[in-house]
Structure formats: structure tokens, C-alpha cells
């Protein structure tokens, strides 16, 4: 049976996200799923997670990008057994802190004041290097992800990520394989985060 890798991509995300990725996985042999997060439905990260789970066969590896991250901790704590391996790339095992979640309330204000397309370009200096941000193929890219979803995405996967759980016991509980991911200067979840996952995890690499 072919081994199934599961992508879960992050807040105002989609597929797009992926594509090199889902290519060199089913050129290895692979079975290839990536999840969707923007049903009206899926309100909070437990229900992501359990979805999810419903769709994924009895055994499973996770790759998973920020908001990702966060269902792929909440997949541990509901079915650790159905999971062969882990990628986490620019999460957090933890749940918001007091100046993240302001943040977060404050995109969310804008997107509901209706000015949601001004909420990818405040986005952008945060998630992409420097270096990258007049790379128009790339910002096209990401631009063109959170257009397609739209506001009302935004809005229920910020909501959802607001009301995360932390999961660092989760992640130390886990003896499965664990690869940690993340960019050096990464603003959003810098580096120490990524090193406490490491740390957290029996079988941990950064």
C-alpha cells in the first residue's frame, strides 16, 4: 500500500501552497492529500482536526505549514497512533500570546470593516524575507491564495487559531519521528519556538 502524505497549509492558504512539494511526494510513490480549511463548518481546530482524520486512511505522515501546525498537534492529541511522521514548518506548539492574539484581533477588525484586501499586503512583510518581497511571482502567489479564500475564511480561521490549545504536552508525548522547519529570521514563530518543539519532542530534528 502506498504511503500517504497528508499537506495542511496555513491561514489563507490553499493547495497553491504545495504544488513542488505534492509533485516530488507522488514521484516518489507517494499518495498525496491536502487538507481544506475553508468550509464554513470547520470553526475551530479540533473540528479541523477531526474532519481531517475522517478523511485520512488508517495510517498517515503530516506536513504542516503555521495554522497547519496547529490541526497537526490537534491530530496528535485525538489519534497519535494514526500517525506515522510529522513535518512542522514555522508553527507553534503553543497557544497565542497576549500581543499575537492582539494582532490577530486587529486583521480581523480590518477584514470586517470591509478592507480584507488590505489585510495580505499587511501580511506580507511578516511572512516572506525581505529580500522577497518585490519577487512579484511569489507575492503574486501568496496574494492570489488569500483572494480565493476570501474574508470570510479569514475571519473563522482566525477565530479558530484565537481559541487554539496549547499543545507542548501533546508534542512531548509523541515518540514518532518529528521534523521541525522553520526560517531563521522567521517573525512570526522565530526560531526558539522551533527549537522548543525539537526540544519537546523524543524523536525531535530541527
Do not use: W
Not at 495542511?8 to 490553499?14: E, K, R
Not at 503530516?62 to 491530530?75: H, I, N, P
Not at 490549545?165 to 529570521?185: F, I, N, S
Amino acid at each position: 500500500m502506498k504511503q500517504t502524505v497528508a499537506f495542511l497549509p496555513g491561514l489563507l492558504c490553499d493547495a497553491a501552497l504545495f504544488t513542488a512539494q505534492i509533485a516530488a511526494m507522488q514521484a516518489a510513490g507517494r499518495r498525496t492529500h491536502v487538507a481544506d480549511f475553508a468550509g464554513e463548518d470547520q470553526v475551530s481546530i479540533p473540528v479541523m482536526a477531526s474532519k481531517l482524520l475522517g478523511e485520512l486512511p488508517e495510517r498517515f505522515s503530516l506536513v504542516a505549514l503555521s495554522m497547519g501546525g496547529y490541526v497537526a498537534l490537534e491530530v496528535l492529541a485525538q489519534a497519535p497512533e494514526r500517525v506515522e511522521r510529522l513535518a512542522l514548518l514555522d508553527t507553534n506548539a503553543r497557544a497565542d500570546s497576549p500581543a499575537a492574539a492582539a494582532r490577530r484581533r486587529d486583521l480581523l477588525r480590518l477584514a470586517e470593516r470591509g478592507r480584507f484586501l488590505g489585510v495580505a499586503p499587511r501580511l506580507m512583510p511578516l511572512y516572506l524575507h525581505e529580500s522577497r518581497l518585490e519577487d512579484d511571482v511569489l507575492t503574486g502567489a501568496v496574494a492570489g491564495m488569500a483572494e480565493r479564500l476570501g474574508a470570510d475564511v479569514f475571519r473563522r480561521q482566525q477565530g479558530a487559531i484565537l481559541e487554539r490549545k496549547d499543545h507542548r504536552q501533546t508534542l512531548a508525548a509523541y515518540e514518532g519521528p518529528v521534523l521541525v522547519l522553520c526560517g531563521r529570521q522567521d517573525q512570526v514563530t522565530p526560531l526558539p519556538r522551533s527549537e522548543e518543539m525539537v526540544a519537546l519532542a523524543p524523536d525531535g530534528v530541527l
